[in-house]
């Protein structure tokens, strides 16, 4: 016996050991029948699915419409004559590069690394925004974004810089400055710019934000950008439009000037830019293009720099955009009757609405779009459960989800639904999705014809009662504000963001309101950021002394006319919430020191042991309180977290966010007339103890991070010093980020940019030379420190050598050894300091 497939004789195989088959009189071919009669026929597998053809006996061909015509054998549930098996596959109905495969009955959609999901791959996985990325928590850095969601445009990835105002960075291939001779109209120097987007994804991009500009600096000698030949401007750039663009940055268009023209600021007043004035040295027009239809920029064509001493440099920043008019786009629902109405769906293959909505009602319709028998409703069918139900043609089909909290509490709530060929899908804020496999025989695409309500239905009937915001239909976003302006009953915009996302602020930063959106203020914390997460960091170094001297106190001593303890009669704290962070390897060492007018005080040391020491004064009569707390040493170079807790006599510490112990005070309950709060090295040291003093001999030498007195962020308030801040500052003291869990500058830090710098215009010297200054002084820097090593190691092998000669040195060699070994200390200190230095303050 052998068996061979497709003729390919490899593939054949034999049986090991010769044997006579004796075969019946019937062949089963396709299964067994369901006869009963299961002895003449068994398989272990199911019927065979497909067609079959050319059937052959010994060498004999079997006449299938003999079999159809019952002369021969016979057969069920079959079709002869006719291969009947159906391409599902074929028109494909997997979205954005999905690939297809198939079953008998249904196909499949393969989603991998196509950047959706769903069953037919519809649904981008990816936020179409940096701003909706940074309001789900996220900070600064590297995202995919998919401008139109799930439109036909992919995802591109772009920068987000998550201040305040969050920034889309968009790159292109050139960023440097770029030096250009020898052009002219015969011999143009033209480039062109690619980016890492396509124009399509770019221009979804620049309609969705509020504002986009991109910087253009144009450096000269003896290169004109206006002056005119023949009515043709000497240079110009080109945009996404494709049209020639004679305005340059910090212009508007259609006025042929640059910034200096605008502002009436040029170095030539009988001309429009800088460079127009075709001086024989270097000046610049610089500044921002901001007009959005215009934007990116993707050609700069120079044709003036071919007579003597003629010479330009050009430089394009990246594509910057800010905010998101369609994330926060918004309208408030004040009438059962008031809805707003759009465009129908109609035709599409798959249908998704997504929308933030906010109500105190326990229901309404979301939204209703309507055909001859065809539906979309979406609503909220009571306080907590939302429906999703529609037709297709084949009866109504609902999809309801119930939410564990009722979701008319007047927070923003997440609703998705997405109907296609294969499933129906319904999604509630982050709860798991309703997914049901959609009904049969229905129409492929949506037959839907009357327009589209929003709040409501035709009848007037149900309304919704609350806000919807960011609705977006197939990737489409609906202007809801300017539909609303026209609507009665429908109000643009809707307040009360904090109310969802107050969350978001983090350290004691307070939610603020925005009519777009919220941002955090972090005024009384002691970190900053968006989200006031980053840490406020400072290196100390030996002798350092931060004083901050509470409000009161600074203005009474602006005009001390009054005594200062019947000033400070009512500045009594019966409560302290105090944290900080960090890291040193000196012991004893002062960490923070708060003193008072009556002589009482509360100061946090490191021990010579390296424990942590609690030392509370509040009772000028008595000894102070000293709670130690040893159970390691702190002085490891390693990053501590400390939290300081006091109410009335009950003292709470917790260390590293996971040690916590509790003591009781006895020297008071009360903190009188509190004076200053002292970081580093306290300089008026009259009223401490003994052991507050030794640690109080050198201050502290290491990072100090986040420091928080109840509202007061003494350390923030150095650091970011303004006139009226109540703070001296005396000694080396350098902000940092050592603050951090590696101690070392981080690029996944919330402000970290390296794309854009709004700095300000580029000093207006020759700037092929601006351009490599920082590099020179890089490598300069480099080269010195090298030529110290040396140096110190040099230093270091002349003491032991005159070490190993000990027995013949005299008394002036004994004075070199001194000198060498002064000078092998210093490079060591020297060495560390540049180290500290260079890992807390510089990013490359």
């Not at 921002?288 to 934007?295: I, M």
């Not at 004040?334 to 707003?340: D, K, V």
Request: proline content about 3%; hydrophobic content about 30%.
């Amino acid at each position: 016996m052998n068996l061979m497939v497709d003729n390919d004789v490899t593939s054949s195989a034999h049986a090991a050991v010769p044997t006579h088959i004796y075969s019946g009189d019937t062949y089963y071919f396709g299964g067994c029948p369901n006869n009963g009669n299961s002895s003449e026929c068994k398989s272990p597998y199911g019927g065979f699915q497909g067609c079959m053809r050319l059937i052959t006996i010994g060498s004999k061909a079997v006449d299938l419409i003999s079999v159809q015509q019952n002369s021969l054998g016979n057969f069920s549930n079959l079709q002869i004559d006719l291969c009947g098996i159906i391409d599902r596959c074929l028109p494909n109905y997997c979205e954005h590069g999905g690939e297809c495969t198939q079953a008998w009955n249904s196909f499949y959609c393969n989603c991998t690394n196509t950047g959706y999901m769903g069953a037919t791959c519809h649904y981008s996985i990816y936020e179409q925004s940096c701003e909706a990325y940074k309001h789900t928590g996220n900070t600064s850095g590297f995202y995919y974004i998919d401008s139109d969601g799930s439109g036909p445009l992919g995802p591109f990835l772009v920068y987000c810089n998550m201040t305040d105002t969050t920034w889309t960075v968009i790159q292109h291939n050139n960023t440097d400055l770029t030096r250009v001779k020898n052009a002219n109209r015969e011999n143009p120097h033209a480039v062109f710019f690619k980016y890492t987007a396509t124009l399509e994804q770019l221009q979804a991009t620049i309609n969705y934000a509020e504002h986009c500009e991109q910087e253009l600096a144009y450096h000269c000698k003896k290169s004109r950008l206006l002056n005119k030949r023949d009515g043709i401007p000497l240079s110009w750039w080109i945009g996404r439009t494709n049209e020639t663009q004679t305005y340059w940055g910090g212009s508007l268009p259609d006025v042929q000037k640059c910034a200096c023209g605008l502002e009436g600021s040029c170095i030539d007043s009988q001309h429009y830019c800088n460079c127009d004035a075709d001086r024989n040295e270097w000046t610049n027009d610089t500044g921002f293009l901001s007009y959005k239809e215009h934007l990116p920029v993707t050609e700069i064509v120079v044709t003036d720099t071919d007579r003597p001493n003629s010479e330009a440099a050009y430089k394009l920043g990246p594509l910057l955009c800010r905010g998101d008019r369609t994330f926060w786009n918004s309208a408030s629902f004040n009438t059962e009757a008031s809805y707003l109405h759009f465009p129908t769906f109609h035709g599409e293959l798959s249908a998704d609405v997504s929308f933030f909505f906010k109500t105190t009602a326990s229901s309404g319709m979301f939204l209703e779009n309507l055909g001859i028998k065809d539906f979309i409703r979406i609503e909220l069918h009571s306080p907590s459960e939302v429906t999703f139900s529609f037709d297709v043609g084949n009866g109504p089909f609902e999809v309801t989800m119930q939410s564990p909290t009722p979701l008319n509490d007047n927070q923003w709530h997440y609703v998705k639904v997405e109907r296609n060929i294969k499933e129906a899908l319904l999604q509630v804020d982050q709860l798991p999705q309703k997914t049901l496999t959609a009904p049969s025989d229905g129409h492929i695409r949506l037959q839907l014809n009357s327009q589209l309500f929003v709040g409501g239905t035709a009848s007037r009937q149900k309304g919704f009662l609350g806000c919807v915001r960011s609705l977006q239909l197939n990737g489409i976003a609906l202007d809801l504000e300017e539909r609303a302006k026209i609507t009665p009953g429908v109000e643009p915009g809707c307040p009360g963001h904090c109310s969802s996302y107050g969350n978001l602020c983090h350290n004691g930063g307070k939610c603020r309101e925005k009519y777009n959106g919220f941002s955090c203020d972090c005024a009384s914390s002691a970190y900053t950021g968006p989200f006031c997460k980053k840490e406020i960091s400072a290196y100390f170094g030996a002798g350092t002394s931060v004083v901050y001297n509470f409000q009161e106190y600074y203005t009474l001593a602006k005009n001390s006319s009054s005594h200062a303890s019947s000033f400070y009669a009512d500045m009594t704290l019966i409560r302290e919430v105090i944290s900080f962070t960090f890291r040193t390897t000196r012991t004893p060492s002062l960490l923070l020191y708060v003193s008072s007018f009556y002589k009482e005080y509360l100061s946090v040391i490191l021990a010579k042991n390296g424990s942590l020491q609690i030392r509370y004064k509040l009772d000028s009569h008595q000894d102070p309180d000293v709670f130690s707390i040893n159970f390691k040493s702190m002085a490891d170079g390693l990053l501590h977290h400390v939290k300081i807790n006091r109410k009335e006599e009950m003292l709470y510490v917790e260390i590293n966010q996971n040690e916590r112990m509790q003591f009781v005070l006895s020297s008071g309950t009360e903190f009188n007339a509190i004076k200053s709060l002292v970081l580093g090295k306290i300089l008026e040291s009259n009223d401490i103890d003994q052991d507050t003093m030794k640690a109080n001999s050198q201050g502290f030498i290491g990072c100090l991070s986040s420091v928080q007195f109840n509202h007061f962020a003494p350390l923030k308030a150095a650091l970011h010093h303004t006139s009226s801040a109540p703070v001296i500052v005396k000694g080396r003291f350098t902000a940092s980020n050592c603050g951090t869990s590696t101690g070392a500058d981080s690029t996944s830090s919330e402000t970290t940019h390296s794309f854009a710098d709004h700095s300000g215009p580029i000093d207006e010297g020759e700037p092929l030379a601006n351009a490599i200054r920082s590099d020179s002084a890089i490598i300069g820097g480099v080269i010195a420190v090298v030529i110290f090593i040396l140096l110190c190691i040099t230093a270091i092998a002349v003491r032991i050598y005159k070490k190993k000669s000990v027995y013949k040195k005299n008394e002036a060699k004994g004075s070199e050894n001194e000198d060498s070994a002064e000078t092998a200390l210093k490079c060591e200190l020297s060495m560390q300091n540049t180290v500290n230095e260079n890992q807390k303050e510089y990013f490359f």
